[in-house]
RNA sequence: GGUGGGGUAGCUCAGCUGGUUAGAGCGCAGGACUCAUAAUCCUGAGGUCGAGAGUUCAAGUCUCUCUCCCACUACCA
């Protein structure tokens, strides 16, 4: 049941964007199973490297910069440190965490846009675009606001009008202002920018997409496929903007006619994923290049990525045009999951409305092992998933504090009760032992290739279920009865019951780091016993020594109480 | 409008290339047990699988039409 060969993966979560803390529907659908991913190959004996960053350019950060009366750099700092806070919180396990606008991922992007260049896959082209005087900036389709041409709505946005649908370009909008300042002193003015080819990429593209029909998710390839067969157009890939990565000529120097302007950040946050695992080797000494540089062993690299659907264009079009069209030996992506939204209550999360709970507040309200548990339990990946606090509370209370956190306590305190805190020996073997291996045979390989598969919905019933099991061992077993008339048979349950404890801290893992270091810690497992190579169950079984001494730990998960969750929602508007 | 995903028990969801009485968890009802966080274990009730038509010996599963929800639609990221 152990693997039989360990391999190099390379873990990519979708970057969070800079401004602010991210709310429960960002982590639920990349950071989060991107770590139990990593964790749970981590435990297999894979050599796992989890890269992520904060994608920091772009107009909201140089808005939300100057409204919070920052520099955007110092803004960056801030909120870069504040999603670094919330991501040890909830026991994110980066390698590395790193910035989009680090010096390596400044360099990536000037050197890719220079190779993509001289290739011919890159274009100045000039456009027209919304010009701000008011605000001394171009303003990007969304920040123009007017009446709608389509329904009169007065604030419609340049991009799409909110009243009745219709995409719209600003250049239609009846009396345009700035969505920024409201200044009506709006002009159209002709800009230069580079575009990326990506209509010639398209053959290449597709025969790549076609190539992981098989292994990709359906979401993946429909959303990917979907726009090759609309057919791919050439995309913009600056800016008018300050903030971000200069226009550079292969001296260095800012290209004519490009200064003011920057690399639009969908160009370089994908680079950061490269540019954040450079800085990785730097800080540890690590060799970036085996998981980037097909010729230097990237291509016994295995490279998972994880996103929200929104983000599947990109990572499946966009980036690997600028992989391909360099014509350097990149790696691309070989596995992508893609998931669909956590929503609220069936709506979206709103954060004016004050509708949906952010990171920082959920670390407040409850251990991140619950939301950790939570949200993997109910993974968005067929569709979009609604959170309730309803449902919160019956994960919490019933998969972890009824059938997890009672099964442990149960069984060591009954331990520490009757056999002084000893793993005891002695015992025959009954159909319940039988019972209870089998399952186990049954379940456990089937929990590790959920994992392999990325099934987390089906991981976490599995993880239960075995859990569950673990209960129904102790009833068939039951050395409570035994031990009024045969203590060696009561020891048997007792050594049984005891190895399971120690079996579902080291499947918890993955999933509630914390309460499953609690269960080992309770249980004396040393470092190097914790990792999944189970061998035959049998052994799993009576894996402690005998004589062995354990603790019963604290309780592990208290309850939510309804109180909680009447609280909870007036705070912050569910069930509305 | 276009494209994609989804509409399966009260709730949240599984059901692969069509094949015996449609599954899980929660919730609910009854029983068992008493080691345990009134926990656990067993049993049970509960579904015209969004609507309609078609293909087939056989459809939740394939085809068509309709309907509702959600997302994306390329300068928000």
Same mark, same amino acid.
């Given at each position: 049941m152990s693997i039989s060969t360990p391999e190099r993966i390379l873990v990519t979560s979708a970057l969070p964007y800079i401004n602010g803390v991210k709310h429960l529907g960002n982590l639920a659908g990349s950071m989060l199973p991107a770590d139990v991913y990593s964790r749970a190959m981590r435990l297999l004996g894979h050599d796992v490297l989890y890269i992520c960053a904060t994608d920091e350019h772009g107009t909201p950060a140089e808005l939300a910069a100057a409204e919070a009366g920052l520099s955007v750099s110092e803004y960056c700092d801030a909120m870069h440190a504040a999603q670094a806070e919330a991501g040890a919180a909830f026991k994110l396990s980066y390698d590395y965490f790193g910035r989009s606008s680090s010096e390596s991922t400044q360099k990536l992007t000037q050197d890719f846009a220079l190779a993509l260049e001289e290739n011919g896959f890159i274009e100045e082209r000039t456009s027209k675009q919304v010009y701000s005087v008011a605000d001394e900036r171009y303003l990007p389709d969304r920040y123009v606001e007017g009446t709608c041409p389509n329904c009169a709505f007065e604030s419609a946005r340049g991009d799409q009008c909110d009243s009745c649908g219709k995409l719209l370009d600003?250049?239609?909008?009846?009396d345009p202002y700035s969505a920024v300042s409201g200044s009506r002193d709006v002009e159209i003015r002709d800009t230069n920018h580079l575009y990326l080819k990506q209509s010639d990429m398209s053959g290449r593209l597709r025969e790549w997409v076609e190539t992981h029909r098989a292994d990709w998710p359906v979401l993946t390839t429909s959303i990917a496929m979907k726009w090759l067969d609309e057919g791919l157009r050439d995309r913009s890939i600056t800016r008018d903007l300050e903030w971000g990565i200069p226009v550079v000529n292969g001296d260095g120097n800012i290209r004519d006619g490009f200064d003011g302007k920057v690399f639009y950040v969908w160009f370089d946050a994908p680079i950061a994923y490269i540019g954040a695992t450079q800085d990785w080797a730097e800080k540890t000494g690590g060799d970036w290049e085996q998981f980037w540089r097909t010729d230097k062993g990237a291509d016994e690299t295995r490279y998972v990525q994880f996103m929200g659907k929104d983000n599947v264009a990109f990572h499946t079009l966009s980036f690997p045009t600028s992989i391909m069209g360099s014509e350097q030996p990149w790696k691309l992506v070989d596995e992508l999951k893609a998931f669909n939204w956590v929503t609220w209550y069936g709506g979206k999360f709103s954060t004016s409305q004050k509708r949906g709970v952010f990171m920082d507040q959920a670390i407040d309200i409850a251990p991140s092992d619950y939301w950790r548990w939570h949200l993997m339990a109910n993974a968005p990946e067929g569709s979009d998933a609604a959170f309730t606090w309803e449902e919160f509370q019956a994960s919490v209370n019933s998969d972890l504090a009824n059938v997890l956190g009672n099964f442990v306590n149960r069984i060591t305190s009954y331990c520490v009760k009757k056999f002084d805190g000893v793993v005891p020996a002695g015992g025959e073997v009954t159909d319940a032992e039988r019972w209870i291996e089998t399952e186990l045979t049954e379940r456990l390989p089937r929990l590790i290739s959920y994992y392999e598969t990325r099934e987390f919905r089906k991981a976490m019933a599995e993880t239960r279920a075995i859990w569950a099991a673990g209960n129904e061992y102790l009833t068939q077993a039951a050395p409570w009865t035994h031990y009024k008339t045969d203590v060696d048979q009561a020891a048997m349950g007792v050594r049984v019951g005891l190895n399971l404890v120690a079996l579902f801290g080291i499947i918890a893992q993955p999933i509630i780091p914390d309460a499953a270091e609690k269960i080992l810690g309770a249980m004396n497992?040393?470092?190097? /016993? /914790? #990792?999944? #190579?189970?061998?035959n169950v049998a052994d799993v079984l009576d894996a402690l020594p005998h004589g062995h001494s354990v603790s019963a730990p604290p309780v592990l998960f208290s309850k939510i109480e309804e109180d909680d969750v009447a609280t909870w929602r007036e705070r912050f508007g569910g069930g509305a």
């Open positions: 600003p250049i239609d909008l009846i497992i040393p470092m190097d /016993r /914790r #990792s999944w #190579s189970f061998g």
